[in-house]
């Protein structure tokens, strides 16, 4: 067993967002990546796909998530299931609040933007 405490300099902040690692496999996990993300209302991640299912479960706020064309909303409490290899984007929605969630997924994925440039997840590595 291993208890993991998040530390600043695995935490990766973007214009968007800031994604905090927690058990991945530079930390000891050998399938799983998980990691918290904090959005500030009105932000919004970039289109892109992973190469890995992922679940997102909204801790606090609500979240807009569009995946293949198609958008929903999820609120704290709730879980997003998102397959891989589809197009989505993420959003905290103007005056709902910040958004925070947890996020997991099989160890080893990353990212492909519109453009087709493949990505590394440097909060899930």
């Known amino acids: 067993m291993k208890v993991i405490t998040p530390t600043p300099d695995r935490t990766v902040t973007t214009p968007n967002a800031a994604m905090e690692s927690l058990a991945t496999p530079s930390r000891g996990s050998t399938a799983l990546s998980t990691w918290r993300v904090r959005m500030e209302a009105g932000r919004s991640g970039p289109v892109h796909a992973i190469d ?3 679940v997102w479960m909204v801790i606090s706020g609500t ?8 958008t929903e909303t999820a609120a704290a409490g709730q879980a997003v299931l998102l397959p891989p290899d589809v197009l989505r984007q993420f959003a905290a929605a103007e005056g709902a ?7 997991a997924m099989e160890a080893g994925g990353s990212a492909v933007t519109e453009d087709g440039q493949r990505h590394p997840l440097p ?3």
């Not at 979240?63 to 198609?70: M, Q, S």
């Not at 609040?97 to 996020?103: Q, R, S």
């Open 52 to 54: 890995r299912e992922q």
């Open 97 to 103: 609040g910040a958004v925070e969630a947890l996020v």
């Open 123 to 125: 909060w899930a590595e």
């Open 63 to 70: 979240l807009a998530v569009t995946c293949d064309g198609r």
